[in-house]
């Protein structure tokens, strides 16, 4: 099992430019998230989904937006990147009997 | 809403020290808490999680924390840190009656030093 995945690893963006990340799990879970991580702030939930076809918003969901069209994909996507948004983005999954959260490698976003 | 707060942002050891980071959280519920590991270069990764019953769980690695419900505190702790503990702590609660929103405190950097 490759757990959950993420792509790209890097990436980086000019101001205004747009991009997805994808992340895939392979453990069959209902949950779905997507986090950022920036220093001293630790981790803050931008969207999550519940199953497919279904999103709900986090913390922080302002310049992202999310598709769960299959049960093992969750897409984030930023329309128009702001430097406000360089950071660390984690995906993770969990089955609803146990909330434990499985978490990607991580995906680090620099917009200039 | 629900904020998760720890207290020690910074920690730094000398192995076989004893460890306890402190966490603390606000919501007036029932709550599923959890400790998450990162190691430099890694993934986050579950150190242990309480859900009900014995409020001291063990996790992983010799990791342990107390669930106070009178002082909303988590709090993880190990009698004697190793250099392989070296890494970044998160607290993390969820409520029961909002089951898949996890809240992460700011976390805890561990520098554990040989």
């Known amino acids: 099992n490759a757990g959950v995945t993420q792509t790209p690893k890097f990436r980086v963006l000019k101001t205004g430019q747009s991009m997805t990340l994808l992340c895939a799990q392979d453990?069959?879970?209902?949950?779905m998230y997507w986090y950022r991580q920036d220093p001293g702030m630790g981790l803050r939930l931008i969207h999550y989904?519940?199953?497919?076809?279904?999103?709900a918003k986090g913390e922080v969901p302002d310049g992202y937006n999310v598709s769960r069209l299959k049960k093992q994909n969750f897409l984030l996507g930023l329309e128009s990147a702001a430097p406000s948004q360089t950071s660390v983005y984690f995906c993770?999954?969990?089955?609803?009997?146990?909330?434990?959260?499985?978490f990607g490698p991580g995906t680090r976003l620099t917009v200039t | 809403a629900q904020s998760v707060s720890q207290h020690n942002h910074h920690v730094i050891l000398s192995e076989a020290a004893s460890l306890e980071l402190g966490c603390n959280y606000s919501?007036?519920?029932?709550?599923?808490l959890f400790w998450y590991v990162q190691y430099p270069g890694q993934h986050l990764q579950l150190l242990l999680k309480?859900?009900?019953?014995?409020?001291l769980v063990k996790g992983i690695k010799g990791f342990e924390a107390e669930f106070i419900k009178s002082k909303f505190s988590f709090n993880l702790r190990k009698p004697s840190v190793q250099w392989s503990d070296t890494a970044e702590y998160f607290c993390?609660?969820?409520?029961?009656?909002?089951?898949?929103?996890?809240?992460f405190g700011q976390g805890t950097t561990l520098q554990v030093k040989p």
């Open positions: 993390a609660v969820m409520s029961s009656s909002n089951t898949g929103k996890l809240i």
């Open positions: 919501y007036g519920g029932t709550v599923n």
């Open positions: 993770a999954s969990s089955a609803w009997t146990s909330y434990e959260q499985y």
């Open positions: 309480y859900f009900s019953g014995d409020p």
């Open positions: 989904s519940v199953g497919e076809g279904t999103t």
């Open positions: 453990m069959n879970h209902e949950y």
